[in-house]
């Protein structure tokens, strides 16, 4: 960490308990202290997790430096607080919980400069959802972040139809302190039947980052699919994405719709069908299912978008079961690359096929060999 200059003007400090910390003296419970100008920072973990966890309680205090001068109080918290979102500041600023010399203000009131800022704000639990223990498969885990490999089958978030036995109760159970954070802290979703990488923020810093680094397409995200069709080449499809005009659950390419971008190049070819890898430059529902479907080369086992069940003139029974009896889309999140959100460094993780679309191209290439 950078250490250059050791100025102690315009230091905040934050502390973040657990309520069972505040009942408990705060045993264990550390602070972290910023230094803006000089960037030192240090960080300790919270309390333990054996702790009872009736939601967490954030402190921080700060200065504001006289160059805020004439900012509105939030774009100045802003400003001074980057690992937390602006809505969630300006609720904090309207709710009392932040704030200014000791008294309450508004969002818009502006700023002089130097007066002191205390925020004392509970992040509530998300009670809607139980721990359940369900097992995952961890990529990378350290105290900001998960990445983990979801398996085809496992819805990620409780719904219409799903109330449990999702990837937020396996994630509630794995780490009780997710409750404090929006979503448990899954910032980006796959669909059901498609199996793969998925990030998974542990601290509200770094669910505020990841938010923001999917908004400004820093989290590169790559897929491996199985479509039907020969492709000549891979290309680019630039085709906006809106709601199905009918049929609500469904989305379609509509002009007017939500600019949608999908790269695609092959892997491998077959008699019939072909191995593509696939990069998001967007992140619309349902994209490379809707995005390939439109370029002619629906996703193999795609009920939805993939028309009726098909067969290719002349293929064997081994193949003809393989498709008939393949469980889901063929689609497989195989790469995630992006800056950490905390530490900045470089995490690039991967996960090989799963075992039912290893087998597929097994059985595709067998069948084109005997063919």
């Not at 250490?3 to 315009?10: P, V």
């Not at 690992?83 to 309207?94: F, P, T, V």
Request: net charge positive; charged share 25%.
């Amino acid at each position: 960490m950078a250490t250059a200059s050791r100025t102690r003007d315009w230091r905040r400090e934050t502390r973040v308990f657990t309520q069972g910390d505040l009942s408990s003296g705060r045993q264990g419970a550390k602070y972290i202290e910023t230094d803006f100008h000089a960037g030192l920072v240090r960080q300790a973990a919270v309390a333990s997790e054996s702790q009872p966890m009736g939601g967490r309680t954030l402190e921080i205090s700060l200065t504001i430096p006289p160059e805020q001068a004439g900012l509105r109080l939030d774009q100045a918290l802003a400003t001074l607080l980057p690992d937390y979102s602006r809505s969630r500041l300006k609720a904090w600023i309207e709710s009392g919980e932040a704030r200014v010399d000791g008294l309450p203000r508004r969002p818009r009131d502006r700023v002089l400069g130097g007066e002191s800022v205390s925020i004392a704000a509970t992040l509530p639990e998300d009670t809607r959802a139980a721990p359940q223990a369900i097992p995952l498969v961890l990529v990378h885990e350290d105290r900001h972040l998960f990445v983990l490999d979801k398996p085809a089958g496992l819805v990620v978030h409780p719904g219409a139809g799903n109330p449990d036995s999702t990837l937020q109760n396996a994630l509630l159970a794995l780490d009780p302190g997710l409750a404090a954070l929006p979503r448990a802290g899954i910032v980006h979703r796959l669909d059901k039947d498609t199996s793969g990488l998925l990030v998974v923020a542990r601290t509200l810093p770094a669910h505020t980052a990841l938010v923001r680094m999917l908004e400004a397409r820093d989290i590169h995200r790559e897929y491996e699919a199985i479509c039907r069709g020969v492709m000549t080449a891979g290309g680019t499809i630039d085709a906006p994405i809106d709601r199905h005009p009918t049929e609500r659950v469904r989305m379609a390419v509509r002009q007017g719709g939500r600019e949608a971008v999908t790269h695609y190049r092959v892997i491998r070819r077959f008699r019939a069908h072909t191995h593509v890898r696939v990069q998001l430059e967007t992140g619309r529902t349902h994209q490379i299912r809707v995005h390939l479907t439109h370029a002619g080369y629906p996703i193999v086992g795609d009920r939805v978008y993939g028309g009726r069940l098909a067969f290719p003139r002349g293929c064997g029974e081994e193949l003809r079961q393989a498709l008939r009896e393949f469980p889901r889309q063929a689609l497989h999140a195989a790469r995630l690359e992006f800056a950490h959100p905390v530490t900045g460094r470089p995490l690039e993780c991967r996960a090989r096929l799963p075992e039912d679309m290893q087998g597929l191209l097994e059985a595709l290439a067998r069948d084109g060999a005997a063919g």
